[in-house]
Each structure stands twice: as structure tokens, then as C-alpha cells.
């Protein structure tokens, strides 16, 4: 249901079944939610149309790479802070390694964080070609990677932008369009482009030095 009327019904359900919804939060149509009971969002952020939030820990067998992180995220959780946007038809897999999503900060349409992914190959034995990348063999024969995932405050991700397990970026940070982010801490106010991304240039820069004074009657 689209419209006040589907953004208050869509509020009073999912209340009762995330670990937390904050005040003056919108749920937009076509929202799924797996494992909701791992996830919490704050206050007046908005969850977009289409966007899928995977949470909650992983019980099999298969063979899994963790990536050791620092990281405020808490294993199989999922948490969005307040004043953030994710954009229409993201993705977030929290499932295993955990994402902690800061304060005020806001994803375009399509991006994509996953703390738990299929991985392409045993790394304890890369020539072993049983190995296979995706979900419907055998466990044994699946290879995953696992590492938390934090983006702390006051951060930009621009459309298409990918980050994968085992990331922390520092506040006052932006991810460039169709970047790809991998494993590594980067440091506040980093510019990140490419794939992979790398930190191209300061977000916010200092003016030079005469330039107020250039400007002054």
C-alpha cells in the first residue's frame, strides 16, 4: 500500500517483529527482511522500495574465510543508524559477519554490503576445482568469507557501489559510482574510487590559504 496510510500500517508491523524501529522511520513498499529480529534501525531513517536486509547467523558447515576487522557490528546483526536513506533495491547482507551503518549517512539506488559472501575457491587448498561458486551444491563444496562490515558517520555511497566483507570506513567518507570496496579500514574523509577502490583524495578539503582574503572587499 502506497502513500501515509501504507508507511503507518508497514510501521506498526514491522515494530512488532525487528529488534528495534525508531521514531519517524519509513518502510517503503516491497522492504524484505530476513531474520528481523537481527535488526534494528533508529530514528526518521527511510528504508527505500526493494531493498533486501539479509540478517542472522549462519549454522552450516561450509567451509568459511574470517576476515578478522575491528568493527562495531555485532555477528548476524544488522543496525542502521538514524537520519539514514538506503536507496531503492539495495542490498545489505549482515548474515554472520554483522553491519553497522552510522549516523546520517545515505546509500543511492543498487548498492550492495555484504559481510558473508560465497568466496571462489578453498583458500586452504586453491587447486581443489570440487570448489564451487554458488548456492545450490553440496556445503561441502562451498567456499565462503566472512568479516564485518562499518561505515560510521556522515557517509555517501554513490549508485552501483559494492562493499564487501571486511571493511570499515571512517566517518565524513564517499563512495564514487560502481566502486567496489574491499577488505581494509580506510581512514575519515576518504574519496574512494574505483575497483578496487582506493582512496583517490580527501572528501572535504581545507580552501587554500588567501583564498577568503582574495574574496574580501
Not at 570499515?168 to 574512494?192: H, Q
Amino acid at each position: 500500500m502506497p502513500g501515509a496510510a501504507g508507511f503507518r500500517l508497514r510501521s506498526n508491523y514491522w515494530k512488532r517483529r525487528l529488534k528495534h524501529l525508531g521514531r519517524k522511520t519509513r518502510i517503503d513498499c516491497g522492504v524484505y527482511f530476513q531474520s528481523p529480529e537481527y535488526v534494528s534501525i533508529a530514528d526518521n531513517s527511510w528504508i527505500d522500495r526493494g531493498v533486501m536486509i539479509l540478517a542472522g547467523r549462519d549454522r552450516s558447515a561450509r567451509r568459511t574465510k574470517k576476515l578478522e576487522v575491528l568493527s562495531f557490528a555485532r555477528p548476524g546483526e544488522v543496525h542502521i543508524g538514524s537520519n539514514v536513506h538506503i536507496g531503492a533495491f539495495s542490498i545489505i547482507s549482515g548474515i554472520e559477519g554483522g553491519v553497522h551503518i552510522g549516523d546520517d549517512c545515505t546509500f543511492s539506488p543498487s548498492v550492495k554490503v555484504y559481510a558473508f559472501s560465497h568466496h571462489f575457491r578453498f583458500d586452504d587448498d586453491p587447486g581443489d576445482r570440487s570448489c564451487s561458486f554458488g548456492s545450490m551444491v553440496e556445503h561441502e563444496r562451498q567456499s565462503m568469507v566472512c568479516g564485518p562490515v562499518t561505515l560510521e558517520g556522515n557517509i555517501g555511497v554513490a549508485i552501483n557501489a559494492v562493499i564487501l566483507p571486511g571493511v570499515w570506513l571512517g566517518r565524513d567518507s564517499f563512495i564514487a559510482i560502481g566502486s567496489v570496496v574491499k577488505s581494509g579500514r580506510y581512514e575519515e574523509n576518504s574519496l574512494l574510487s574505483g575497483s578496487p577502490a582506493v582512496r583517490a583524495a580527501a572528501r572535504f578539503r581545507s580552501k587554500p590559504s588567501g583564498v577568503a582574503a582574495q574574496n574580501t572587499p
